[in-house]
């Protein structure tokens, strides 16, 4: 039998958050894309938030709203793309889903 390499996996740590306070302070163009979508990650972080307090998975929030999980993932995916936003009723259908009401609020 050949002597196979045998050296063990190591896997790399990866912080996204220490990585894009890096990037943010070294490079002015990734500081102004990633502060143009501000508001997209925290609408983002605000289903997720609603998603786990209620103790559900994607397919029981996609169940609940009356879609298919993959159709869930691209709901909450799109909040990071700009491509395309979910509507008012669908942000509302998610948060009734998630036990939760939609409120709106501008500061």
Known sequence: MANVNQEKFKPVVFNPKQTATQKRAADSAFLKAYDALEDEFAALA?????????????????QRMGVSQPVLARIESSLGSRNHAPSL?????YAQACGKRLVISMV
Do not use: F, I, M
């Open 89 to 93: 009723s669908t942000l509302r259908r």
């Open 46 to 62: 605000e289903l997720l938030k609603a998603r786990k307090e209620a103790g559900l998975t994607q397919a029981d929030v996609a």
